[in-house]
């Protein structure tokens, strides 16, 4: 081998080994800088634990299985009921969320929230009679004191 060619075949494997390291240095990067991304979403969201869950289907034993919260016990599909969405979107919630008492407890902001109705309070008992007609007195009996 000329003096040439073997230069020539030194470049080549230092451009090789070269080539390599920096391929996996890349790769290493990219890697580190999506755990980040998952580390700052995870943060946002709460999360401090990976969950995997099986939620693309409903399966029987996920519609049977009960769920206690706050003392409650009741099915996927009954929690689903009381909280207005459908089980699929629960099951969604307890996945992103981590436990299934997250995802009842979640109040969704923005535009998809479910607000109450402006003006009026859940807990007030409905009063009898609108105070006229037969529950009111025809004719007040309404005296005043004189005062000096």
Same mark, same amino acid.
């Given at each position: 081998? $000329?003096?040439? !060619?073997?230069?020539?075949?030194?470049?080549?494997?230092?451009? /090789? /080994?070269?080539?390599?390291?920096?391929?996996?240095?890349?790769?290493?990067?990219?890697?580190?800088?999506?755990?980040?991304?998952?580390?700052?979403?995870? #943060?946002?969201m709460g999360i401090t634990k +990976?969950?995997?869950?099986?939620?693309?289907?409903?399966?029987?034993?996920?519609? #049977?299985?009960?769920?206690?919260?706050?003392?409650?016990?009741?099915?996927?599909?009954?929690?689903?009921?009381?909280?207005?969405?459908? *089980?699929? #979107?629960?099951? %969604?919630?307890?996945?992103?969320?981590?436990?299934?008492?997250? /995802?009842?407890? =979640?109040?969704?902001? %923005?535009?998809?929230?479910?607000?109450?109705?402006?003006?009026?309070?859940? +807990? =007030?008992?409905?009063? !009898?009679? $609108? %105070? #006229? %007609?037969?529950? /009111? *007195? !025809?004719?007040?009996?309404?005296?005043?004191?004189?005062?000096a």
């Amino acid at each position: 081998m $000329t003096p040439a !060619e073997r230069a020539r075949q030194i470049d080549k494997e230092e451009f /090789a /080994a070269e080539s390599q390291a920096a391929r996996e240095r890349a790769f290493a990067y990219s890697k580190h800088c999506r755990q980040r991304e998952q580390q700052r979403v995870r #943060a946002w969201m709460g999360i401090t634990k +990976n969950v995997v869950n099986k939620v693309n289907q409903l399966h029987v034993s996920d519609r #049977a299985h009960r769920h206690t919260v706050n003392g409650q016990t009741k099915t996927l599909v009954e929690w689903a009921d009381v909280l207005g969405i459908t *089980p699929k #979107a629960l099951l %969604g919630r307890r996945r992103k969320l981590g436990s299934m008492e997250a /995802a009842i407890a =979640f109040q969704p902001t %923005g535009r998809w929230a479910k607000r109450p109705d402006p003006g009026v309070v859940s +807990n =007030f008992a409905p009063s !009898e009679g $609108t %105070g #006229a %007609g037969s529950t /009111a *007195p !025809e004719t007040p009996k309404i005296t005043f004191s004189e005062k000096a």
